[in-house]
């Protein structure tokens, strides 16, 4: 297994979304974006792998994680939601992560078994500094 072609051929699903201003692997902090620099995504690799082994003569199966960061800003007006902002950014990094037509699993053109949004979702709605948050949590299985 190698480890940097997987996570590009992850990246490579969304850095070409043009709903994002930015896009990059090197993950910032929020306050760190601009609001010119917004809707932003950013990847990031971890936290950790977990290898597990089916016996001792099989190899083993690698789990491997990342996150998509999204950060946008709230509109200074008091009726916008959030939700109207973060929604079709949301929408549009899970298609993107959705199997092609007549796959049953995203395998990121075949370097891995499967990839897909793994647990919670956390949204920040930037309420009292309208920065909008998500973080999205990415599982990658190979065997």
Do not use: H
Not at 53 to 82: C, E, H, Q
Not at 105 to 128: A, F, H, M, P, S
């Amino acid at each position: 297994m190698q480890r940097e072609p997987i996570f590009e051929a992850l990246f490579a699903l969304v850095s070409g979304l043009d709903l994002f201003v930015t896009t990059s692997r090197r993950a910032r902090l929020a306050k760190d974006v601009t609001p010119d620099e917004q809707p932003a995504l950013f990847q990031e690799e971890g936290p950790g792998e977990d290898v597990k082994y089916k016996s001792d003569v099989m190899p083993p199966t690698f789990d491997l994680y990342a996150d998509w960061g999204i950060y946008a800003r709230l509109p200074n007006d008091l009726s916008t939601p959030s939700g109207s902002i973060l929604n079709p950014l949301l929408d549009a990094v899970c298609a993107a992560l959705a199997p092609g037509p007549g796959q049953e699993r995203q395998t990121l053109g075949g370097l891995v078994y499967n990839c897909r949004v793994d647990g919670k979702i956390l949204k920040v709605e930037g309420l009292l500094d309208g920065q909008i948050l998500a973080l999205i949590p990415l599982k990658i299985v190979v065997f």
